[in-house]
């Protein structure tokens, strides 16, 4: 399986999905976050492989 | 997906531009975009004095990377308003923006508030009818005066600070359902120096925030991931999160409001009343400009202040 984190929440998907799909799914705007995997930044086309730990950064902050 | 420079590796997707690009040329990119906008908005030259708002966010040390990588004279201003919340909110911030300055040989000024005015953010909030129940607008006045006296006394030319396009984009939306004339007036890229006012400046604000948390994250920049324990659940965040939605059915919707936003306002869709303007006069303490006759309200919270910490060691 692929594991999600965002912020202390944990997702899970199925391998060979796309990033962008398995945001959709979950639920996750792209526009919110930016998805890295091992350190290194990825974007929405990167298929998504067993054992793949997606931390998944966000964006937003204010007050 | 490729980078359209080079070809290689993308490893950032602008939708709203029709952009991808490899970390080589995203770095390289976002210095010549914030570069533009200085020259655009005619913000600050290379002459010039900057005083960056450094909070130990992402955005206010981007913005400080980015101007010292471009050759800009810039130091930093860390405000220490004594927020912990149990996550020692403003002494980690204080730490990672202290780490910065070192780590790249960057002056930055220290001010904390408790120490100043005798009092944190907290309890300045605590102590004042505008605060009680959320410190947010405490802390906007007291940070906006900071800032202001710091970069006159001091002598700086330009007062720059770290918003970017979604910060932009909220509170337009924000004061555009409310119809707040006078807001919508004064926001904007630059606001021009006027007596008392030191010349503001947003270099990062047409910059969607996920290309600055890119910009951070490539230049391995340590920021405050934890949001502001007050902010959590704040208006402005609801609205950047209502836009997101709008942004991905419509990408560059966030860019278009803001631009065809100053486009009218330059249109003058946004007429000045002039009896308005007018009225602002300085306060008699502190000479920062006010619309109500009398101190401002940053001095009237602080002179409340002041009187109750004398009551309560009065009281010992």
């Known amino acids: 399986m692929v594991k999600l984190i965002l912020r202390k929440q944990e997702y899970e998907v199925r391998p060979g999905m796309s990033l962008r799909d398995a945001l959709k799914k979950l639920g996750i705007l792209p526009e919110g976050i930016i998805a890295t995997r091992d350190g290194e930044l990825i974007v929405e086309d990167e298929i998504l492989k067993d054992g793949d730990e997606i931390i998944l950064v966000m964006a937003i902050s204010g007050g | ?316």
Request: proline share 4%; hydrophobic share 35%; with cysteine.
């Open chain 2, 1 to 316: 997906m490729k980078c359209r420079s080079c070809g290689g590796k993308a490893v950032v997707n602008m939708r709203h531009h029709k952009l991808a690009l490899c970390k080589e040329h995203f770095l390289e990119w976002i210095p010549a975009q914030t570069e533009r906008v200085i020259e655009k908005y005619g913000m600050f030259t290379r002459r010039e004095k900057i005083l960056v708002a450094v909070s130990g966010g992402k955005d206010s040390l981007s913005l400080w990377d980015i101007l010292q990588r471009l050759g800009y004279q810039a130091d930093g201003l860390y405000i220490g308003l004594g927020i912990d919340e149990g996550i020692s909110y403003s002494a980690e911030s204080q730490r990672i923006a202290e780490n910065f300055a070192a780590a790249h040989g960057l002056k930055l000024r220290v001010l904390e508030i408790q120490r100043e005015y005798g009092a944190s953010i907290p309890q300045i909030a605590q102590e004042t009818h505008r605060g009680r129940d959320k410190p947010c607008s405490v802390c906007g006045i007291v940070k906006r005066h900071v800032m202001n006296r710091i970069a006159r006394d001091l002598g700086y030319d330009v007062l720059a600070t770290g918003h970017n396009l979604d910060d932009e984009a909220s509170t337009l939306f924000g004061n555009t359902l409310s119809w707040s004339g006078e807001y919508l007036l004064r926001q904007g890229p630059v606001l021009p120096e006027t007596p008392g006012l030191a010349r503001k400046v947003k270099p990062l604000c047409r910059l969607y925030e996920r290309e600055v948390l890119a910009y951070a994250l490539l230049r391995g920049i340590e920021y405050i991931y934890d949001e502001c324990p007050f902010a959590v659940g704040s208006t402005s965040i609801y609205y950047k999160e209502l836009l997101n939605k709008m942004e991905n059915d419509r990408p560059g919707m966030k860019l278009a409001f803001y631009l065809s936003f100053l486009d009218a306002r330059r249109n003058g869709f946004f007429a000045e009343r002039t009896h308005l303007q007018a009225e602002l006069h300085p306060c008699p303490n502190c000479r920062q400009p006010t619309s109500a006759p009398g101190k401002c309200s940053f001095c009237r919270m602080i002179e409340r202040i002041t009187e109750t910490n004398f009551q309560r060691d009065e009281s010992r």
